[in-house]
């Protein structure tokens, strides 16, 4: 379970195992969010609006990168938002 990046107490993870639609984990504290890569909507979890927002920010600039991940199998590290 690679560690993509990490920006505001925020980690978001790539499993590369997992089926399904293309997608990645966000965690911040106790809260958890899967988003589906291709339309960056949050389609399972309970995180705070605020890093919800966030994360979607995140996605947008680095979507290309996820998608191409996911279809690769292959981890590279990304930075996080500043």
């Given at each position: 379970?690679?560690?993509?990046?990490?920006?505001?107490?925020?980690?978001?993870?790539?499993?590369?195992?997992?089926?399904?639609?293309?997608?990645?984990?966000?965690?911040?504290?106790?809260?958890?969010?899967?988003?589906?890569?291709?339309?960056?909507?949050?389609?399972?979890?309970?995180?705070?609006?605020?890093?919800?927002?966030?994360?979607?920010?995140?996605?947008?600039?680095?979507?290309?990168?996820l998608i191409?991940?996911?279809?690769?199998?292959?981890?590279?590290?990304?930075?996080?938002?500043?």
């Amino acid at each position: 379970m690679p560690v993509i990046t990490r920006f505001y107490g925020i980690v978001i993870k790539l499993y590369f195992k997992e089926h399904g639609i293309p997608h990645f984990h966000a965690i911040y504290n106790e809260y958890n969010g899967i988003f589906n890569i291709s339309t960056l909507e949050m389609i399972e979890g309970d995180l705070p609006q605020r890093s919800k927002r966030l994360i979607i920010e995140w996605a947008k600039k680095y979507q290309k990168e996820l998608i191409k991940m996911w279809k690769t199998q292959k981890f590279i590290k990304l930075p996080g938002l500043e």
